[in-house]
């Protein structure tokens, strides 16, 4: 029987992935792809509400309601699957991209996922899909709502995804199960310095010490100009509205260090009041002494908490939810991703954290290695802090699906552990090595993702792309077994 792929593959690489997929496996064919201009529908087209058409149209051409959608809107867990849309898609709204959606209410979300619902429930239908397949973790609203109208209709999902591991990645069915895996005490162990760090290449520029203030950047300054042009033509005719702009941009740039670029891949005026506030947390002297939880935030939007992180992918609920769980006299210092933009980082998030008498910001010098040594456990949502942490013995507690969740020292907020248990956890390093060893003897030789092919020393395209496109045939049939199998 043949196998009818839908697959969302919107990079060249991956795109290359399929054609050896289908060039080698005659009983597999594409039967739908979302992707780039090239392939059947143009993926961004959806996320950014434009005409943009595909190979074979616009999603939209000629559509009715059929009520194929129903199967989704009518689930259980209706209102947590759209949350996790909505969250998805607010991503491209105004004041977070440039090229961005004009859905502006409630209202306007809500409705738009019920036709998405229907338009690709339909189309999964009409194509006689079998089986999905997604180079990542859904987390970009295409797929998203692909994702969740294959589970409602019982199609089998395969979901591709790369590690932190060179030349290595993971698969799964759901991103619920990410980070579960079997144990296998047979397995070879992964060797790992103990207190070794992780090469971490896209932190690479990120210093861990104080430095002199810097000044607006070319980048920044084209990012300025941009927003201008788009969205406020009018006021950049304006000199006392640019003379104002100016000079906070300036202050700002001024009161962050040098490496810190805060307008260098989006500007929106939102964000001039963002990273004012942030400058006032930089001229302060660390208080390492005592007992605290390290919780350093990670950066959004992003799929490693817009997806993974469940119901928190609101953070503050995160951080709220540890001082719940803390003894008093236990701080909490909380460092702010050195990436992050104004994106879920309002006002009112800082006033909910304020509101926490056990919680302190820490400036974006302070030492995330530092801060790690010395704290009594780390938490994240699903942060590579947590892997860092257990390296050098340090435990971890996590609230999301991170991939390293099922290895020792590591902690679940769902398992409803006590600040004692974590604090006084023990790591064996022999045990850390063998569950990382057992973990990697699950995961897939190739790469799904081009970010990560400066990791791969001696890389060759030709070579990864057929190896990675016969694992993928066997994750598909079932004769590869996943590494994140679920329960």
Known sequence: MTMRLMVVSTATNTDAILEKLVCKNKDIKIALHMGHVTADIKASAITRMNTRQGGKGHLFAKQRWTGAGQALIESPDFLDQMETFIDHLHRRSDINAHKNHPLRTMQDYVDYYHILADVIGQALIDKGITHCLFFNVPHLTYDTIVFQMAKVLDIPCTIVTESLFPDRFFSLRDPHEFGRFP?????????????????????????????????????????????????????????????????????????????????????HEDALEYFDHLTSFEDQVLNLDGDFVYFPLQLQPEMTTSSLGGRFRDQAHAIETLADMLPKGVRILVKENPKQGSYMRGPMFFHRLGRIASVTLLPSWADTHALTAKARFVASITGTVGWEAIRQGTPALVFGSAWYRGLPGVHHIEDAPTYEAIRDTQIDHYALQQAVGALLARSHRGLVDRHYVKMIKDFDEEVSTAQTAKIIGGLLKGSVPLTFPGH
Do not use: H
């Open 183 to 267: 144990p296998d005490l047979t397995a070879k162990p992964f060797a790992i310095e103990q207190g070794s760090r992780p090469d971490l290449f896209y932190m690479q520029g990120i210093k861990q010490e104080p430095e002199a203030g810097g000044r607006p950047t070319l980048k920044g300054m084209a990012q300025i100009a941009t927003f201008l042009a788009l969205k406020r033509p009018l006021k950049a005719l304006n000199p006392a509205y640019l003379w104002r702009l100016t000079k906070d941009v300036s202050r700002i740039y001024g009161g962050l260090p040098k490496w810190r670029d805060p307008f260098a891949k989006f500007f």
